[in-house]
Nanobody, 115 residues
Framework: QVQLVESGGGLVQAGGSLRLSCTASGRLFSINAMGWYRQGPGKQRELVADITKGDSTNYADSVKGRFTISRDNAKNTVYLQMNSLKPEDTAVYYC?????????WGQGTQVTVSS
């Protein structure tokens, strides 16, 4: 199994920045890619960004140019740097790991952007 622990959420004004962290533990060899998803009020969960073992990245159109996903393999940690935040970025952000079999999820961290 893989366990994911997120941190870094909070309240920020529009235009501000936050950095989310996700640290993985357990059967790390089974992880193929990691990513960040979010679920806003009354909305479905959506992919924000992901990063493969080879460091290829993919972003939702709504965050391109504002968010950056990166990883520190020595710390088993994936980051999401969020700049120029907008009120519509308000959501619970979840870390996810794509495994050989299935997907693991973190518990989620709240990000609230005030206007």
């Amino acid at each position: 199994q893989v366990q994911l622990v997120e941190s870094g959420g909070g309240l920020v004004q529009a235009g501000g920045s936050l950095r989310l962290s996700c640290t993985a533990s357990g059967r790390l060899f089974s992880i193929n890619a990691m990513g960040w998803y979010r679920q806003g009020p009354g909305k479905q969960r959506e992919l924000v960004a992901d990063i493969t073992k080879g460091d290829s990245t993919n972003y939702a159109d709504s965050v391109k140019g504002r968010f950056t996903i990166s990883r520190d393999n020595a710390k088993n940690t994936v980051y999401l740097q969020m700049n120029s935040l907008k009120p519509e970025d308000t959501a619970v952000y979840y870390c996810a790991a794509d495994l050989t079999l299935g997907r693991a999820w973190g518990q989620g961290t709240q990000v609230t952007v005030s206007s």
